[in-house]
């Protein structure tokens, strides 16, 4: 997964559908297409949800300097959960 980069937007779900349209058009006539990373959401709310700020330091530890999740750990100062539910926080 090293390099690759998404995009985090919002967007209406008609935007979804019609970029999905486009792209089947595009193969259907035989043209490549792009790959694309992207990571929409529907609500504003839902992204702010998902983008605490420990998450965005947690995001940006890990650009910065790649590492195990225990070298991670000790580089933010957190806890690693112990019954495995990273999705608690």
Same mark, same amino acid.
């Given at each position: ?9 919002t ?11 486009e792209?089947a058009?595009?193969?259907?006539r035989? *043209?490549?297409? *792009? ?5 929409s959401?529907e ?6 949800e998902?983008?605490?700020?420990g ?8 650009k910065? *300097? ?8 000790e580089v *933010?100062?957190?806890?690693?959960p ?8």
């Amino acid at each position: 997964m090293t390099g690759e980069h998404y995009t985090v937007t919002t967007a209406p779900i008609d935007d979804f559908f019609r970029q999905g349209r486009e792209i089947a058009q595009k193969l259907d006539r035989g *043209e490549k297409v *792009e790959s694309i990373r992207l990571i929409s959401f529907e609500d504003p709310e839902d992204l702010l949800e998902l983008l605490t700020t420990g998450r965005v330091a947690l995001f940006r530890a890990i650009k910065n *300097e790649p590492d195990s999740i225990a070298g991670i750990v000790e580089v *933010e100062d957190r806890a690693l959960p112990s019954h495995g539910n990273a999705g608690s926080r």
